[in-house]
Nanobody, 121 residues
Framework: QLQASGGGLVQAGGSLRLSCVAS????????MGWYRQAPGKQRELVAT???????NYAASVKGRFTISRDNAKNTVYLLMSSLKPEDTAVYYC?????????????????WGQGTQVTVSS
């Protein structure tokens, strides 16, 4: 239901934009976010954006990354600028979706498949 794209190899100081599209039959898309996991490390929050546009960033990316969303396209973006080698990781999108199942509304969180971002020094 989630398709992430936009990763790749970039030199330090460069930029990349990640995209994640939610598709399928559902009632509403709620909060959306990006997480990352570097080799040997736990998955960590990068940025989140609420259904009304409120944003939250990890301290390590604040001022360099920008999260945004297009509600008409059910898509969340992550514009990453001034990239550093320590930003190298697999990036995952996470989306909260409200679905109508068996006569009631149910909220579930879904993860995208992950997209590799590699920053060379």
């Amino acid at each position: 239901q989630l398709q992430a794209s936009g990763g790749g190899l970039v030199q330090a100081g460069g930029s990349l934009r990640l995209s994640c599209v939610a598709s399928g039959s559902f009632f509403r898309v709620n909060g959306m976010g990006w997480y990352r996991q570097a080799p040997g490390k736990q998955r960590e929050l990068v940025a989140t954006i609420s259904s009304v546009g409120g944003t939250n960033y990890a301290a390590s990316v604040k001022g360099r990354f920008t999260i945004s969303r297009d509600n008409a396209k059910n898509t969340v973006y992550l514009l990453m600028s001034s990239l550093k080698p320590e930003d190298t990781a697999v990036y995952y999108c996470n989306v909260g979706i409200t679905e109508y199942v068996s006569g009631r509304y149910v909220r579930n969180d879904y993860w995208g498949q992950g997209t590799q971002v590699t920053v060379s020094s």
